[in-house]
């Protein structure tokens, strides 16, 4: 299973970004998918998750101001962020469930300056 993801970039504080993920090479409805972020020198965190069934799970960090969503097309997801902040900065990583297996994607980079 390949993900890819896109829709970083650079935003001031305040701004909005979208970002999207699309899974390729699985035959199955991925149980899950999800955003994370990495800082550099810091652990990979859980940003927000969204299941098969679409029920949602957020960091506390973001919660009322990012949404996750699964997309029309099949193994696909989306990451709306609004009201972005300087400390939201990070390379953010797509994420699949699928059984017992992760999967992850190249990570994008999202930039907010304040």
């Known amino acids: 299973v390949q993900l890819q993801a896109s829709g970083g970039g650079l935003v001031q504080a305040g701004g909005s970004l979208r970002l999207f993920c699309s899974a390729s090479g699985s035959i199955f409805r991925l149980n899950a998918m999800g955003w994370y972020r990495q800082i550099p020198g810091k652990q990979r965190e859980l940003v927000a998750t969204?299941?098969?069934?679409?029920?949602?799970s957020y960091d506390d960090s973001v919660k009322g101001r990012f949404t996750i969503s699964r997309g029309n097309a099949d193994n696909t997801v989306y990451l709306q962020m609004n009201s972005l902040k300087p400390e939201d900065t990070a390379v953010y990583y797509c994420n699949g469930k699928l059984l017992l297996e992760n999967y992850w994607g190249q990570g994008t980079l999202v930039t907010v300056s304040s």
């Open positions: 969204v299941t098969s069934s679409g029920s949602t």
